[in-house]
């Protein structure tokens, strides 16, 4: 559990990022926007989903992955 920790909590706050930027979720006096609308956040996700997805690959079966 404590591997998958960073990548549910980054889950948690893109989500929360998306709700707030649709407006589902509405505080007063902000505007807020998508965070998908910049390039570097989808390779940063992809980027990290991809490293840690790899490493836990790695960790459990070794070379044999």
Do not use: Q
Not at 31 to 57: C, K, M, Q, R
Request: with cysteine; charged share 15%.
């Amino acid at each position: 559990m404590v591997y998958w920790f960073p990548l549910l909590e980054l889950c948690f706050y893109l989500i929360l990022w998306v709700l707030l930027s649709w407006k589902i979720i509405k505080f007063p006096h902000e505007e807020l926007v998508i965070p998908t609308d910049n390039i570097n956040t989808i390779i940063a996700l992809v980027l990290f989903t991809s490293v840690t997805y790899f490493y836990t690959g790695l960790n459990k079966k070794e070379f044999g992955y």
